[in-house]
């Protein structure tokens, strides 16, 4: 059974760094095939993938965010994380992480987590 | 910029049948699969199609995807009150090595 569950803050000021955890169950990111994403949604908006990192350590950023942040794992404690630099009230969301398969689907998700950036 | 068009809302009578289309801006870029997600008003997206037409286990078979070229399509048949919510269409482009969603359609079960 796969599950992932997002952890971090829940509220964060402007300027400073952001660090959520995504600690997941169920599949090794250090088998071949195995991707988890971040995926961000502010309040009443669309979904907005972020970043994802691959079993092999290749990493994929949002063009739009990609001098924000930042993905990394540890394999060993079945953790992917994600920090973003230079938070902005805009940069206030729930945010998700997912499996995602290399055709580019996100096959599970976690319940995510709501950071608010205040000014 | 690569952007992928929903209409931001659908509707439709129960047993109806409901098609959400996601079409991409650039035809110079292809779509080689598309995927599909459900947002149900306060929950966590869940994955209904997931490359093209292939269903999750559990996902009702009333749901289905088609692609064609450089757009793609979500058909409900036979609506339920209980697919009253958001639908998200999204694909990996290699060439951009980003994933892409559609801005969201809001469906709604009259």
């Known amino acids: 059974q796969v599950t992932l569950r997002e952890s971090g803050p829940a509220l964060v000021k402007a300027t400073q760094t952001l660090t959520l955890t995504c600690t997941f169950s169920?599949?090794?990111?250090?088998?071949?095939?195995?991707?988890v994403s971040w995926v961000r949604q502010s309040p009443g908006k669309a979904l907005e993938w972020l970043a994802r990192?691959?079993?092999?350590?290749?990493?994929y950023y949002s063009a739009s965010l990609k001098t924000r942040v930042t993905i990394s794992k540890d394999p060993s404690k079945n953790q992917v994380v994600l920090t973003m630099i230079n938070v902005d009230p805009l940069d206030t969301a729930t945010y998700y992480c997912?499996?995602?398969?290399?055709?580019?689907?996100?096959?599970?998700w976690g319940q995510g987590t709501q950071v608010t950036v205040s000014s | 910029q690569f952007v992928l068009t929903q209409p931001p809302s659908a509707s439709g009578t129960p047993g109806q049948r409901v098609s959400i289309s996601c079409s991409a801006n650039r035809s110079s870029i292809e779509i080689k699969t598309v995927s599909w997600y459900q947002q149900v008003p306060g929950a966590t997206p869940k994955l209904l199609i997931s490359?093209?037409?292939e269903r999750p286990s559990g996902v009702p078979d009333r749901f289905s995807g088609s692609k064609s070229g450089t757009s793609g399509a979500l058909t409900i048949s036979g609506l339920q009150p209980e697919d009253e919510a958001d639908y998200y269409c999204a694909t990996w482009v290699d060439s951009l090595k980003s994933l892409v969603f559609g801005g969201g359609t809001k469906l709604t079960v009259l």
């Open positions: 169920g599949f090794s990111l250090s088998a071949p095939g195995m991707c």
């Open positions: 990192i691959d079993w092999d350590d290749d990493k």
């Open positions: 997912a499996r995602i398969r290399t055709m580019g689907y996100l096959d599970f």
């Open positions: 490359f093209n037409n």
